[in-house]
């Protein structure tokens, strides 16, 4: 995913009202100056994240954003990476993830799911209502087999390269994953993917400790059959994109 033209940058003063953060606006050297000059000045932004983004967010830190040339919105900024407590960059704007993933795949970067001649996203499917990220179909040495993709934004950060999911409570998390094993259980092919934008994590696990409930659905799913994916990405002003696998345990 290229950003044309590249990501603007600033300094998070805060983020509330979970859907808004303040920055203040870099001067052209780069500098916060504060004059009031059109550069260095307070702005407000969108943020696209209804998470907790716990161990994201670091006020005084560079940030980075998107801008819209959309005369109708009311803040046409959109908040795309934040620097950590531990300055490694997270990728915030939980919109992006499932682009990624479709991108990623396309391009032959997730050799496990290569192959298929089909590719829908937001396909109605299960018996609790639910629309799949991802749907793969087509494939060649697998008629008549569909495979269900669910894509999951993972930047909670526990040191040591550690990633966990959620970072909050996620009732409708433990949703997928049930709509997800009752797919494998019919013989479909079923997936969790683990979308890390997060430049610190090298490994993801579930998160037991902020919702056992998830970690214990996420455990009865691979047991019926789901696989997990866990892929990294790279995040820059210019670009974000997946690069690598990295393991998963629970």
């Not at 005084?60 to 531990?86: L, V």
Request: glycine fraction near 10%; charged fraction near 25%.
């Amino acid at each position: 995913m290229k950003f044309k033209p590249p990501l603007e940058q600033g300094t998070l003063i805060k983020r509330y009202k979970r859907f808004l953060a303040d920055v203040r606006l870099h001067s052209r050297d780069g500098e916060c100056d504060g004059k009031g000059d059109g550069n260095g000045d307070q702005i407000t932004i969108h943020c696209p994240n209804t998470g907790s983004m716990k161990n994201c967010l670091s006020e005084g830190s560079p940030c980075w954003f998107s801008r819209s040339d959309n005369p109708k919105r009311k803040y046409p900024c959109t908040w795309e990476i934040a620097t950590t407590p531990c300055g490694h960059k997270a990728g915030v704007n939980t919109g992006r993830p499932n682009h990624l993933v479709r991108e990623a795949i396309e391009q032959g970067v997730v050799a496990e799911l290569q192959g298929y001649g089909q590719l829908r996203s937001e396909v109605k499917y299960g018996a609790e209502n639910s629309r799949i990220d991802l749907l793969l179909s087509d494939h060649p040495e697998y008629p008549g087999q569909v495979c269900y993709v669910e894509v999951k934004n993972v930047t909670l950060h526990m040191g040591e390269g550690l990633g966990l999911f959620p970072d909050s409570v996620s009732t409708r998390g433990s949703k997928h994953l049930r709509e997800l094993a009752a797919m494998a259980q019919q013989g479909q092919r079923a997936v969790l993917f683990y979308c890390v934008q997060h430049t610190g994590i090298e490994r993801v696990m579930p998160a037991d400790d902020i919702d056992p409930e998830y970690g214990a659905t996420l455990r009865n799913a691979i047991a019926a059959g789901v696989e997990v994916l866990a892929y990294r990405a790279t995040l820059s002003a210019e670009e974000i994109r997946l690069s690598e696998p990295i393991p998963f345990s629970c």
